[in-house]
């Protein structure tokens, strides 16, 4: 989809180009992500929320170092996506690693990475309805950014597309507090 994604934009043919690229060099860490993800959630389901603080910690500080240092030397946008890749992929080795090791009751064992069809069931009935909860939230975000897109298009606004993106981002801050809460409370 990563050619379809800044099609629904409206975005100009250049930034589409970056777009696309951008999009295809995240498809190659999104297991990474997954791991990544998974871990932190099943760490901060066991009461640990230090450790997945701290590897996303580590994830933020790697992807930062690594873009920045490969934008310096000429990578440009490539160079900001190899690093998220990068820093995704420290991350789930360390997730990996802290797993595999141990920590507050969750650890990974060979036998039990295997199919459990019980376990499987209960995953999809409390996951599905967080997936489609995300899921609309952010399929909702979507239609905005390609409203805001059109927007343009038609020439009713200069730049709304980026207008919107800054103000999403200091959005952000106004309900962080209210996650962290709900993380900790789940």
Request: net charge positive.
């Amino acid at each position: 989809l990563a050619g379809f994604v800044p099609r629904m934009l409206s975005i100009s043919e250049d930034s589409a180009r970056l777009c696309t690229v951008y999009l295809r060099w995240l498809a190659l860490a999104t297991p990474c992500a997954a791991i990544l993800f998974v871990g932190a959630a099943a760490l901060r389901g066991a009461g640990d929320m230090r450790s997945s603080f701290i590897v996303m910690l580590l994830v933020n500080i790697v992807n930062t170092v690594a873009s920045i240092w490969l934008v310096h030397i000429g990578w440009g946008l490539h160079g900001v996506a190899i690093g998220t890749v990068i820093a995704w992929t420290v991350g789930a080795i360390t997730m990996l690693t802290i797993l595999a090791r141990g920590r507050a009751g969750v650890k990974l064992c060979r036998r039990d990475m295997r199919w459990h069809w019980p376990m499987m069931r209960r995953i999809v009935r409390v996951g599905g309805p967080a997936l489609l909860e995300n899921g609309g939230y952010w399929m909702g975000n979507f239609v905005v950014i390609v409203l805001a897109g059109y927007l343009a298009k038609l020439g009713l606004s200069e730049r709304p597309l980026g207008s919107h993106i800054v103000a999403v981002q200091m959005e952000a801050f106004s309900f962080l507090m209210g996650m962290a809460f709900s993380i900790s409370a789940a």
